[in-house]
């Protein structure tokens, strides 16, 4: 820990604790408010309680020429609607290609020794798009702190687990002041880059995180924020675990931060390819079998690179572009375009483990649907479902309805694993055949 570490002592402190939750273009949010003084054991029975390290005020900061008092707490509530994407016209320095940059350059600036566990896209520090705020209730709260895209993941060092969360930002405004309790040192180099560091801990119902983080102020109104901690969590995994050690220093931290791909005015290098498309059901799977490999992962893009090599239909990339689903560690999925004339639109494939054989339906049954899913038994126990889908919709007000067109196929096999495989496409263009789709779900090897 720093020499910040001797300026402070233990305080009990309870309050609001900051929760996100970031699922399905939802998230929710809050600072944390203080209170005016410690909580009695009645107070802290009742609320749960929130403990950081007690601020010292008056005190001196190295790097700092003043330094203010702490701030008082506060909270205020948000919310994200709507899909997000990289094309917000809001904020022209922000791209899906500048996202991968970004990544990429994170992932080359981390040491040699740090590993990112086999997780799924949007947890390998992955930049996401900048989110959408509802404000009504906080009107200055886009100014204060939107325009940020972020990106997290899981690391590992010598066997040790941790975390690193980053954010950047365009802030046309100045560098924040040095405030007591809010960091231990201020670097000022001599391009004008300001860079803060601080080494501390958060204590949440007794459970204790650390943390170490390191802010960079740049010249062209870049906002770059490093947070690496000793918790261990992914969305398979939300609860996490405290490692005790934190797999970053400062000086690490110090070494993404003034990556210049990082910086909003760095333009994209030629050949970027665009960031991977999430996939997923949304939601966490349970009891569905043990967490995927890297080794299994491969295992069945080869499967399917396999399937795919005599086919003439062009696709953007390699069929064999699994990845871990969304919220889970044992199921995958991927998203393809489709480039052949006639055809163009998207094909999706998805693999899950965990699922029982659909029950054949009862056409007697008043709930029947004719329309709904047209079920298969083939030889070996399996069940092959095929149905179509069929939308007529508008992007939003004043854009032309487009007709959308699915194909989707369903093989459910007696082990319990499902192969999704569906094509849909915008008219005039038609999706895949049935037989395509179908030879791709019975394709021997796609088991977990």
Not at 196 to 215: H, I, K, M, P, Q
Not at 331 to 358: F, N
């Amino acid at each position: 820990m720093s020499d910040g570490v001797d300026r402070r002592k233990d305080r009990w402190t309870t309050g609001l604790v900051v929760v996100s939750i970031m699922a399905s273009g939802v998230i929710v949010a809050g600072l944390l408010d203080s209170g005016s003084g410690p909580a009695t054991v009645e107070d802290a029975a009742a609320v749960p309680s929130y403990v950081t390290p007690a601020v010292e005020y008056p005190v001196d900061i190295p790097g700092c020429a003043a330094v203010e008092p702490p701030s008082e707490g506060e909270t205020f509530g948000v919310t994200i609607f709507g899909e997000q994407s990289y094309d917000n016209p809001r904020y022209p320095w922000f791209s899906a290609l500048k996202a991968s940059s970004m990544t990429a350059a994170v992932l080359d600036a981390l040491p040699e020794d740090v590993e990112i566990p086999f997780v799924s896209p949007t947890e390998s520090l992955l930049f996401e798009p900048i989110p959408v705020y509802d404000q009504a209730e906080v009107p200055d709260f886009e100014d204060d702190f939107g325009g940020v895209t972020s990106a997290r993941g899981p690391l590992v060092r010598d066997s040790v687990p941790g975390s690193l969360w980053m954010s950047v930002s365009k802030a046309d405004k100045p560098v924040p002041p040095c405030v007591a309790g809010e960091l231990d040192r201020r670097t000022t180099l001599p391009d004008g880059t300001v860079l803060d560091a601080d080494d501390t801990w958060t204590e949440y119902n007794g459970r204790r995180t650390l943390s170490r983080s390191v802010a960079g102020y740049f010249p062209d109104g870049t906002w770059i924020h490093a947070n690496a901690t000793d918790e261990n969590f992914t969305e398979a995994d939300p609860v996490g675990k405290h490692s005790g050690t934190v797999p970053l220093t400062l000086d690490d931290l110090t070494t993404i931060v003034l990556r210049p791909e990082l910086r909003v005015s760095t333009p994209v290098p030629p050949g970027t390819p665009p960031p991977p498309t999430a996939c997923g059901s949304g939601i966490g799977s349970e009891d569905e079998g043990s967490a995927l490999t890297r080794d299994d992962l491969d295992r069945l893009n080869s499967v399917l690179d396999a399937a795919w090599r005599d086919r003439t239909i062009a696709l953007s990339k390699p069929l064999g572009s699994l990845q871990l689903a969304e919220y889970s560690d044992n199921s995958v999925c991927e998203s393809v375009d489709v480039t052949t004339p006639g055809s163009e639109g998207t094909l999706k494939i998805s693999i899950e483990g965990g699922h029982s054989i659909p029950a054949e339906p009862d056409k007697y049954d008043p709930s029947y649907d004719p329309q709904a899913a047209k079920a298969t038994r083939l030889p070996d126990g399996s069940v092959l479902e095929r149905q179509d889908g069929y939308t007529t919709a508008a992007s939003g007000p004043g854009v032309p309805a487009v007709d959308e067109a699915g194909r989707y196929v369903t093989l459910t096999r007696p082990s319990g694993t499902q192969v999704s495989v569906s094509s849909t496409t915008v008219s005039p263009a038609t999706p895949l055949p049935y037989e395509v789709l179908e030879s791709l779900a019975t394709t021997p090897g796609l088991e977990l």
